[in-house]
């Protein structure tokens, strides 16, 4: 899968759906910059990582959730590594037990499907039904990536553009939160990090003695084929005289 990152809105409009251009359209009126990668339906973790590394930005899990009376709704924010547990955001926020809201409840507030959920959304919660809260390591980071409330686009925006321009441009509010590292998933990342990194050094330095091996052999040919010349030579010098 090829992407390619650009900049701005799409050339073609028309072929959008109408909530992904409302967002392109939000953006540009408050001057908010931003880049665009669009691709293939982001369902599954090879495009997403394939998404991530040309997007070069923050992309978070973003987690529609519910009350156990299903009359307060949030959106989460937190950073991949971290993990949801309802005991210790429900403690933070003054809620009752946590669970995921219902995709009927995500397309009546945000005007988003599962797979698409995205801050962005949040322009279309003119009632505001839905609360925002961002984990703390969310905030540090210079860049987030989101979609545009679809998941056949993605965008890199600057964080300070999107909770202070944008968050105050659609009249909500954010609630900063600290959540744990999910250290047995970070664990297994960095071990397979470490993995590759440790077979890509031993396939380079396997490269670097044939390579080796090819130079010394090519030297020791070429200075085969060197003294073959020089007795040809004598031998004809020899003849000569």
């Known amino acids: 899968m090829s992407l390619t990152l650009q900049h701005g809105r799409p050339e073609n409009m028309t072929e959008r759906l109408k909530k992904e251009q409302k967002v392109y359209e939000l953006l540009d ?34 987690l529609f959730l519910c009350n156990r009376q299903k009359n307060d709704f949030y959106l989460l924010l937190i950073p991949g590594e971290k993990i949801f547990k309802t005991k210790d955001l429900s403690a933070q926020i003054g809620s009752s037990r946590l669970s995921f809201g219902t995709a009927d409840y995500m397309e009546d507030f945000l005007d988003v499907t599962p797979g698409s959920v995205s801050i962005l959304g949040l322009m279309n919660d003119t009632d505001h039904r839905v609360r925002l809260l961002v984990d703390s390591d969310v905030l540090k980071e210079e860049y987030l990536g989101c979609h545009p409330c679809i998941n056949t686009s993605s965008l890199r925006l600057k964080t300070k553009d999107i909770f202070n321009t944008f968050l105050n441009a659609v ?3 954010m609630t900063e939160v600290h959540l744990y590292l999910n250290l047995i998933m970070f664990s297994v990342s960095i071990y397979l990090k470490n993995c590759c990194l440790s077979y890509r ?8 003695k044939i390579l080796s091996k090819a130079y010394f052999l090519y030297t020791i040919q070429k200075g085969f084929l060197l003294w073959i010349e020089l007795l040809i030579m004598s031998k004809l010098i020899w003849k000569t005289f």
């Not at 050094?201 to 396997?206: A, G, V």
């Open 201 to 208: 050094l031993t396939r380079l330095f396997s490269c670097a």
């Open 29 to 62: 009126l408050l001057h908010i910059e931003y880049d665009r990668v669009d691709h293939e339906p982001a369902m599954h973790m090879d495009v997403c990582e394939e998404i991530d590394k040309v997007l070069k930005a923050a992309t978070c899990k973003n």
């Open 171 to 173: 009249d909500h509010n």
